[in-house]
């Protein structure tokens, strides 16, 4: 079955740096749309950058400049680079995957368990 963990979070200060990892297995990976969405206490979970099969990326306004969204697929991962880290990028973080394009849209089929993001001024 589809399987996503997370991996890379924690506790860094404001203006740091973290990369998170998404293992997927289940599937063929280059054939899915793979994304990551944070989830904020209180808040409503929202997409922050995906990447379709072809390459194509897109971001949230918020974090275009600093979030890098990556895969390798010979690896079946997913990746994001986190620079100049906000306390407001303070979350957990969740890899999802889809056969259909949901680009920022939390529509996705497959979700892991979460990665916590926090940031702290």
């Known amino acids: 079955q589809v399987q996503l963990v997370e991996s890379g979070g924690g506790s860094v200060q404001a203006g740091g740096s973290l990369r998170l990892s998404c293992a997927a297995s289940?599937?063929?990976?280059?054939?899915?749309?793979m994304g990551w969405f944070r989830q904020a206490a209180g808040k409503e979970r929202e997409g922050v950058a995906v990447?379709?099969?072809?390459?194509?990326?897109t971001y949230a306004e918020s974090v275009k400049g600093r979030f890098t969204i990556s895969q390798d697929n010979a690896k079946n991962t997913l990746y994001l680079q986190m620079n100049s880290l906000k306390f407001e990028d303070t979350a957990m973080y969740y890899c999802?995957?889809?056969?259909?394009?949901?680009?920022?849209?939390?529509?996705?089929?497959?979700w892991g368990q979460g990665t916590q993001v926090t940031v702290s001024t």
């Open positions: 999802a995957a889809d056969r259909l394009k949901w680009w920022l849209a939390p529509g996705f089929t497959y």
């Open positions: 289940g599937f063929t990976y280059g054939r899915y749309q």
């Open positions: 990447i379709d099969n072809d390459g194509t990326t």
